[in-house]
């Protein structure tokens, strides 16, 4: 059972337009979030992260939103560039300990 | 019906102990991997197997061995723990050794060596 869910397996997105990547999770006791950017062949980099604390976190260009209510958090690039073409996953915890992961966004950025 | 399972969640041990985490799928994926998160939540990647054999081996000490007896399961030994094994350990697979857009991973095992 998916508890998170990133349903757009692929986005294609014009470089220096905004890319949306969106995640849905299902339990309500999800506290911590992470977003991960993955190249081929490499292991995951931590972008950025959020707490239920708060409901948007900023990082240069990537800003993560949270919307608590409808479980949902997303991902926003502004402006994309050819560069941030990877696969992007998303992931939730109660407590920092236990994580469960989305299966991935591709995003493609086209020059 | 969990996808990748992962055994134990919690592993607490003493130095100089020999251990071991488990790591199943059912999703009939030719390819898993072994992650280590570290403090600052990166996920290095330590091993990839595909269709049982080693297909990525990243510089980690040979203390760590990664045993895969079939296609399903990958398990990750650690012989003679130190305290800076300290860290969560991801398991994850994909139907191949290229990635796309899925993956699945395990919960993660959270390792305390004290």
């Known amino acids: 059972d998916q508890q998170v869910k990133q349903n757009s397996p692929s986005l294609s997105v014009q470089e220096g337009r905004i890319s949306i990547l969106n995640c849905d999770y299902t339990?309500?006791?999800?506290?911590?979030f992470l977003w991960y950017k993955k190249y081929p062949a490499e292991g995951p980099t931590f972008l950025i992260s959020?707490?239920?604390?708060?409901d948007k976190n900023e990082d240069g260009r990537f800003t993560v939103f949270l919307n608590k209510s409808a479980k949902h958090l997303s991902l926003h690039i502004v402006p994309s560039q050819p560069g941030d073409s990877a696969v992007y996953f998303c992931?939730?915890?109660?407590?920092?300990?236990?994580?469960?992961f989305g299966t991935g966004t591709s995003l493609t950025v086209i020059p | 019906d969990t996808a990748v399972s992962q055994t134990p969640k919690y592993l607490v041990t003493q130095m100089g102990n020999d251990k071991s985490i488990k790591c199943e799928q059912n999703?009939?994926?030719?390819?898993m991997y072994w992650y280590k998160q570290d403090s600052k939540k990166f996920l290095k990647i330590m091993f990839s197997?595909?269709?049982?054999?080693?297909?990525i081996n990243e510089t980690v000490p040979n203390r760590f061995s990664p045993k895969s007896p079939d296609k399903a399961h990958l398990n990750l030994h650690i012989n003679s723990l130190e305290l800076g094994d300290s860290a969560v350990y991801f398991c994850?697979?994909?139907?191949?050794?290229?990635?796309?857009?899925?993956?699945?991973f395990g919960q993660g095992t959270r390792l305390t060596v004290v």
């Open positions: 994850a697979s994909s139907p191949s050794e290229f990635w796309g857009a899925e993956a699945f």
């Open positions: 339990n309500s006791m999800f506290d911590y």
């Open positions: 959020i707490s239920s604390i708060k």
């Open positions: 992931a939730a915890s109660p407590d920092g300990n236990q994580f469960y």
């Open positions: 999703l009939g994926h030719d390819t």
């Open positions: 197997y595909n269709n049982k054999e080693l297909i």
